[in-house]
């Protein structure tokens, strides 16, 4: 047990001489201060949530299906404060983000690393987000990791397996740095699983985690969209991004894809 000097207290324990001092707005415009307020704010739930994701392939992979769900479910809870997010940064209007938007040059939400690690954990692989982090630096090395790790939705289906369900190989044993293709097997052993919950409850159980995350992330997107328009109309992002057209392109992703076809079969 680490001894705590008396003489701790609050802004030292929390570093908040570091964290406050940690915003460094371009221009003297008022709502800029705001901007960074949010975006780093994010990054720290991104963190967070990262810890919580990482920690719960753990508890899948080692057959722990009851305990995982406190982790899991702190990662939907901090999605939804994430979309609660957006509704602060859509108090600011057109006019007051363009009069500091220059100063953003070519930096995007495109190029968070901490997000991108998020999907990739969550299982969508796209291997092109590299080229925004430098080669060599921690950001692009965790990135890589994840990549070429297996994801929480192909360590989901490893526990399935070991339960007894026929998976197709090329489920379990693949590229996982590619994109996940859905699989018909995968679709019906699941489904399998949601017509006699009862005696599949861990995995029932484990599965409706899972869809919360996925439906939390579905509105996290929506409500990105929504606001992005709201502040720059049909505008490109900076970045050179598509703006609205690309956040819309990615409305219809889904993490764990089975557990959403399912629902029709069953």
């Not at 484990?206 to 919360?212: G, I, M, P, R």
């Amino acid at each position: 047990m680490t001894d705590t000097p008396a003489s701790m207290t609050y802004g030292g324990y929390l570093a908040l001489g570091q964290l406050l001092s940690a915003q460094h707005p371009i221009s003297a415009q008022h709502d800029e201060m705001l901007f960074v307020i949010i975006h780093q704010t994010k990054e720290l739930w991104l963190k967070q949530a990262l810890i919580e994701l990482d920690l719960s392939k753990r508890l899948v992979r080692g057959g722990r299906l009851v305990e995982v769900h406190k982790s899991l479910s702190r990662v939907s809870r901090i999605q939804a404060v994430m979309t609660l997010s957006w509704d602060v940064l859509a108090t600011m209007t057109p006019s007051d983000y363009t009069s500091f938007r220059e100063v953003l040059g070519g930096s995007s939400g495109f190029q968070s690393a901490q997000f991108r690690r998020f999907e990739y954990v969550l299982g969508l692989k796209d291997g092109g987000h590299l080229k925004f982090q430098d080669e060599g630096s921690a950001e692009y090395a965790a990135l890589l990791e994840a990549l070429h790790a297996p994801s929480l939705w192909d360590e989901a289906n490893a526990a399935l397996a070991r339960a007894g369900f026929d998976l197709p190989a090329e489920a379990l044993e693949r590229d996982w740095s590619r994109p996940y293709v859905p699989s018909p097997e995968v679709e019906a052993a699941w489904a399998t699983v949601y017509l006699d919950t009862e005696r599949w409850w861990p995995l029932y159980q484990l599965a409706e985690k899972l869809v919360d995350i996925d439906d939390a992330l579905a509105t996290w997107r929506h409500k990105h969209v929504v606001t992005v328009e709201r502040v720059i109309g049909l505008k490109r992002g900076t970045g050179g991004t598509a703006g609205v057209a690309y956040l819309q392109s990615t409305l219809g992703k889904r993490c764990f894809p089975e557990l959403w076809s399912l629902r029709t079969r069953i």
